[in-house]
């Protein structure tokens, strides 16, 4: 590997930024200060910028149980942002696979893996995403039905060109409902029960594709396992 694209993936460090903190004589591979870019490095080689030791990190993947009032975006805002909930180095090249309201909590994954954050998000890979969805207005009888039959067949949501890919609705009680969607649209869950003249007060994710909750609490985190990567 180039020594500019392993700063630049140990560091905050962009491209060009790595190889200005080569001419100005920051980095050392092997004790030796280098200046050249192109210098190749491996694993076994001991690179320091700074006179810190940077350590290559791999691919990783996580799963967190978001609590309310926690963004999923890139940069912060007026909330603090997932991954600033995660003790990882280079937390922030961790990106969420599919995004969370700041109001809504749950499963949420993060990877640094663009390639398998896509086959989970990909509406052609029917990655079955379960919400329980609580109710202003109890969905009970022949309403229930009718739900039931209008997010199975696709319902056309305002500003949307297409219906949304079929979903599964079932109710765990008057007011709280169970959601299957396979596809991830703006705000989605809130819009499909706006769709049928109810609102959503709360949401929740339970699960994504195999992947469930288990024993995380609201903050909590860790790492997936090889065979829950492989999963999907």
């Known amino acids: 590997m180039r020594l500019d694209k392993f700063l630049a993936d140990t560091t905050d460090l962009t491209r060009s930024l790595a190889k200005k903190a080569l001419h100005r004589e920051e980095v050392s591979v092997?004790?030796?200060?280098?200046?050249?870019?192109?210098?190749?490095?491996?694993?076994?080689?001991e690179v320091r910028w700074l006179g810190q030791p940077l350590v290559l990190v791999g691919m990783r993947y996580v799963m967190l149980n978001k609590p309310a009032g926690v963004e999923c975006s890139a940069r912060r805002g007026l909330y603090p942002l997932v991954r600033e909930l995660i003790a990882l180095p280079n937390v922030e090249r961790l990106q969420t696979v599919g995004r969370l309201d700041?109001?809504?909590?749950?499963?949420?994954?993060?990877?640094?893996?663009?390639?398998?954050?896509?086959?989970?998000?990909?509406p052609k890979r029917r990655c079955g995403k379960v919400y329980r969805?609580?109710?202003?207005?109890?969905?009970?009888?022949?309403?229930?039905?009718?739900?039931?039959?209008?997010?199975?067949?696709?319902?056309?949501?305002?500003?949307?060109?297409?219906?949304?890919?079929?979903?599964?609705?079932?109710?765990?009680?008057?007011?709280?409902?169970?959601?299957?969607?396979?596809?991830?649209?703006?705000?989605?869950?809130?819009?499909?029960?706006?769709?049928?003249?109810?609102?959503?007060?709360?949401?929740?994710?339970e699960s994504v594709g195999p992947l469930t909750l288990g024993e995380l609490a609201p903050g909590e985190w860790r790492e997936l396992t090889r065979d829950e990567v492989a999963a999907f």
């Open 30 to 45: 092997d004790g030796q200060v280098t200046k050249n870019p192109a210098t190749q490095v491996d694993a076994d080689s």
């Open 102 to 122: 700041v109001d809504t909590t749950g499963l949420v994954l993060l990877s640094d893996d663009g390639q398998w954050s896509h086959r989970v998000t990909s």
């Open 133 to 205: 969805v609580g109710l202003s207005e109890p969905l009970e009888g022949e309403a229930l039905v009718e739900a039931q039959r209008r997010f199975a067949d696709g319902v056309m949501l305002d500003a949307e060109d297409k219906p949304t890919r079929p979903a599964e609705l079932d109710m765990r009680g008057p007011r709280e409902a169970e959601l299957t969607l396979y596809e991830g649209k703006y705000h989605q869950v809130k819009r499909m029960f706006a769709a049928i003249g109810n609102h959503v007060e709360t949401l929740h994710r």
